[in-house]
């Protein structure tokens, strides 16, 4: 099991930029891949990035590609999301969650999750 603890959320306007960034602790990190999802009020938890354990295999939702960039940093324990050009409808709580191993976009194959970091683009 590892620990998670999400960080960098905030307000930020249309056409900005935010730096989530995802802290792990009491496990072997870099035998983890590592997603962020998040979550709109009234909205199912939806898949955003995710990252395989050794950084190669990044995977992105269709409606952040080309803006959002996963990372890690496995010396430091730390995931990270580079999120540009910042839309409205980006505003939700994000989620960064490890699983053992195997990369994938599902909300279900991953169990460990940090508690969320609310992130507002105002218009």
């Known amino acids: 099991q590892v620990c998670l603890v999400e960080s960098g959320g905030g307000l930020a306007q249309a056409g900005g930029s935010l730096r989530l960034s995802c802290a792990a602790s009491?496990?072997?990190?870099?035998?983890?891949?590592v997603g962020w999802f998040r979550q709109a009020p009234g909205k199912e938890r939806e898949f955003v990035a995710a990252?395989?354990?050794?950084?190669?295999?990044?995977y992105y939702a269709d409606s952040v590609k080309g803006r959002f960039t996963i990372s890690r940093d496995n010396a430091n324990n730390t995931v990270y999301l580079r999120m540009n050009s910042l839309k409205p409808e980006d505003t939700a709580v994000y989620y960064c969650?490890?699983?053992?191993?195997?990369?994938?976009?599902?909300?279900?194959?991953?169990?460990?999750w940090g508690q969320g970091t609310q992130v507002t683009v105002s218009s």
């Open positions: 009491g496990g072997t990190f870099s035998n983890y891949a």
């Open positions: 969650a490890a699983r053992a191993v195997k990369i994938t976009t599902m909300v279900n194959d991953y169990d460990n």
């Open positions: 990252i395989s354990w050794s950084g190669g295999s990044t």
